[in-house]
T-cell receptor, first 115, second 113 residues
Framework: AQSVSQHNHHVILSEAASLELGCNYS??????LFWYVQYPGQHLQLLLK??????LVKGIKGFEAEFIKSKFSFNLRKPSVQWSDTAEYFC?????????????FGSGTRLLVRP | EAQVTQNPRYLITVTGKKLTVTCSQN?????MSWYRQDPGLGLRQIYY???????DKGDVPEGYKVSRKEKRNFPLILESPSPNQTSLYFC????????????FGQGTRLTVV
């Protein structure tokens, strides 16, 4: 079945540690890729997006992600996390050919950063 | 400020009592949609609307209705809520077009007892 997979459901890090969250999708064709963050009790906010061009995209708050087409992956990275990065992170994919513009979400990764 | 506004933020109701969750956006977006978020499942699309009077089912439409009489509003209607509709609901809007991003509301946490 076509899907979006996030491999880590829970991640615990200490402040200043590096972060990498995996995301793989199984759709063929051209896709748009997104990472959203949900801070406790808040709505989804866009961290970064990839539509085309440079496969290394930079987002807000020091996050970046790399699109590797051959691996169908769009992993999220941050060199040094802060306590304020504690949140749930969602990878999402939108197939360009899909006329419903539907976003397909992964199941999310809960990140806890210990001070 | 550009935003998507949902009301109410929290709602506890009883089985079978009709309810409506409102969604309004001020960005003149053509496209609006509703998602539900459940633990371990991410977000799943319930219904979407390409424009006024144009709506269609998403992946999990059973038990829900929507309407799009005005461009800015897209209410979600539960005619007869059941406990399996207990969830966190998000409304989203975006411009149509294949390289645009979606903006989300703050969510509505619904509990059906």
């Amino acid at each position: 079945a076509q899907s979006v997979s996030q491999h880590n459901h829970h991640v615990i890090l200490s402040e200043a540690a590096s972060l990498e969250l995996g995301c793989n999708y199984s759709y063929g064709g051209t896709v748009n890729l997104f990472w959203y963050v949900q801070y406790p009790g808040q709505h989804l906010q866009l961290l970064l997006k990839y539509f085309s061009g440079d496969p290394l995209v930079k987002g807000i708050k020091g996050f970046e992600a790399e699109f590797i087409k051959s691996k169908f992956s769009f992993n999220l990275r941050k060199p040094s996390v802060q306590w304020s990065d504690t949140a749930e992170y969602f990878c999402a994919v939108n197939r360009r050919m899909d006329s419903s513009y539907k976003l397909i979400f992964g199941s999310g990764t809960r990140l806890l950063v210990r001070p | 400020e550009a935003q998507v506004t949902q009301n109410p933020r929290y709602l506890i109701t009883v089985t079978g009592k009709k309810l409506t969750v409102t969604c309004s956006q001020n960005m003149n977006h053509e496209y609006m949609s509703w998602y539900r978020q459940d633990p371990g499942l991410g977000l799943r699309q319930i219904y979407y609307s390409m424009n006024v009077e144009v709506t269609d089912k998403g992946d999990v439409p059973e038990g829900y209705k929507v309407s799009r009489k005005e461009k800015r509003n897209f209410p979600l209607i539960l005619e007869s809520p059941s406990p399996n509709q207990t969830s966190l609901y998000f409304c989203a809007s975006k411009n149509t077009g294949r390289v645009t991003e979606a903006f989300f509301g703050q969510g509505t946490r619904l509990t059906v007892v």
